[in-house]
């Protein structure tokens, strides 16, 4: 359309002929021979790629504040045009421009037209502020905030500004929010708060920033899950770290049952699952098939994952649901050099708890490899389609705290 191309001179000629449509839609497959494509010489395959398309009820109102044209957008007005129109998403005017940043154009609806609806909700329940917010308008916002407008009104999702915000990662957005004062701890209707929203969408300097103004990292939704289920999820080292610092609990379970180790471990993060033990996880944690982490390590054969929880100390005789051991469920998926781990971790766990004899007869036994320590643990079975063993020695001497004597 002209208003798009910001045609002033040709809007101004047609301007007495757009006065009578321009409150209807626009329709930008017209026949050649009309007159607004003879006027315009727009066909819809010339459309720019960011143009709203026209089954969303665009008309060329809409889309001069869409686009920022505020000249050709006086000229409409004055040629008649009806200013309380919306798409069929009920975007209005305000809509446009505030998602689009344009405050120029703001400026003159606020100012110049009449009983323009500040407040007034789209079909998703948002209002030109939870626009702006959403897309990162930091000037439109601002604006609209002089404007008077409601800064605590939620979506028909019962999302805040401070939710559209934080999902799309709009840090700047974000600040200006906290500092207005919405509410941190609002929930939306799945029960997930602003730093939800931000540790779903792995929005690290996002999570930062509700942090330090005080949201409640250990806030729950509806499905249980904390924000660091949300890290954990995500693979979010960075994320999990301040959470956990900020007094995260890496122990609250989902509504399935899952820890936060549960979910690093099911998605493959290793360094996220190094970063929960060492935060003092439960290793042992079931989840509603009664699955350690440990059994979904077997489970998946993240032999890398499977060896950290082995060296940090799992309990090897758990059971899940149908009576499998992580043993059991390795074997069963033919993980053979897992199954070799498993089977040696649990020989040293054995070994390391049977009763020690003292003097000669522990030299003896140690020399005479009752336990065969290096054979045990290091040297795996040979096999051509058997991987070797990652795990040195060395590692389980670290772990268990015993020294050279072992060996």
């Avoid at 026209?54 to 920022?68: D, E, I, K």
């Avoid at 940043?101 to 703001?106: A, D, F, P, S, T």
């Avoid at 009983?115 to 329940?125: I, P, T």
């Avoid at 959470?243 to 180790?261: E, K, M, R």
Wanted: contains cysteine; hydrophobic residues 45%.
């Amino acid at each position: 359309m002209l208003c798009e191309q910001g045609e002033i001179q040709a809007v101004e000629q047609v301007s007495g002929w757009l006065g009578k449509v321009i409150g209807t839609e626009v329709s930008y497959d017209m026949p050649q021979g009309s007159v607004l494509a003879r006027q315009t010489h727009l066909t819809l395959s010339s459309l720019p790629a960011s143009c709203p398309l026209p089954q969303f009820g665009m008309n060329a109102l809409l889309l001069s504040a869409w686009f920022g044209h505020l000249r050709i957008l006086q000229i409409l007005v004055n040629s008649g045009a009806k200013i309380h129109c919306e798409n069929k998403d009920g975007l209005t005017l305000l809509h446009c421009a505030a998602r689009k940043g344009h405050v120029h154009v703001l400026a003159f609806m606020m100012e110049d037209l009449e009983d323009v609806a500040l407040d007034q909700a789209d079909k998703l329940g948002r209002t030109a502020f939870h626009q702006a917010a959403e897309h990162g308008q930091l000037d439109a916002l601002d604006f609209l905030v002089g404007s008077g407008c409601d800064h605590s009104v939620k979506d028909k999702e019962g999302n805040t500004a401070l939710h559209l915000a934080a999902r799309q990662g709009h840090l700047a957005v974000l600040q200006r929010l906290v500092d207005i004062r919405l509410d941190l701890e609002e929930q939306n209707v799945e029960g997930l708060t602003a730093l939800h929203a931000a540790a779903e969408r792995i929005h690290p300097d996002c999570v930062q920033l509700l942090l330090r103004a005080g949201s409640s990292v250990n806030a729950l939704t509806q499905k249980k899950q904390s924000c660091l289920h949300y890290a954990a999820l995500g693979g979010s080292e960075v994320m999990a770290r301040a959470l956990i610092h900020a007094g995260g609990c890496t122990n609250v379970a989902d509504c399935q049952g899952a820890s936060p180790l549960h979910l690093a471990v099911r998605h493959n993060f290793p360094v996220l699952v190094q970063l929960l033990i060492d935060s003092s996880s439960d290793l042992d944690a079931t989840d509603h098939r009664q699955q350690t982490p440990l059994h979904l390590a077997a489970e998946h054969a993240w032999q890398d994952i499977a060896e950290m929880l082995l060296v940090a100390g799992v309990n090897l005789n758990l059971r899940d649901k149908q009576g499998k051991t992580a043993l059991a469920v390795a074997a069963r998926s033919n993980h053979i050099s897992l199954v070799d781990m498993l089977i040696k971790a649990d020989r040293f766990y054995r070994w390391e708890k049977a009763p020690r004899a003292t003097g000669s007869m522990a030299t003896g036994c140690c020399s005479s490899g009752c336990m065969a320590w290096s054979q045990l643990v290091i040297t795996p079975a040979k096999s051509s389609s058997r991987a070797s063993w990652p795990l040195a020695g060395g590692t389980w001497l670290r772990a268990s705290g015993r020294k050279q004597t072992m060996t």
